[in-house]
């Protein structure tokens, strides 16, 4: 059985626009490709345009999570 191989590239904005400033707000973003014997992730990456602090972690469905929480204005 031959294998093909593929690339795929994929560029993701999301933009949140609100009525006024947000005070706080927590978020979940699942946006990191799986790897498993079906495919190999090259390379990922995720830019989260304000100072943040993140945290990777891995839900029970074995799905990369990163989580971030907006404490201010």
């Known amino acids: ?3 093909t191989t593929r690339k795929l590239r994929v560029v993701h ?3 949140y626009t609100y ?3 947000v005070e706080r707000s927590v978020h979940k973003l699942r946006v990191c490709p799986m790897y ?3 495919q190999r992730v090259l390379s990922h990456t995720l830019t989260i345009d304000l100072q943040a602090p993140t945290l990777e972690l891995e839900d ?3 799905n990369w999570v990163t989580r971030f929480e907006i404490t201010a204005p």
Do not use: L, S
Request: net charge positive; no cysteine.
């Open 1 to 3: 059985m031959t294998r």
């Open 13 to 15: 904005t999301t933009k």
């Open 19 to 21: 009525d006024r400033p």
């Open 36 to 38: 498993d014997r079906n």
């Open 60 to 62: 029970i469905f074995a």
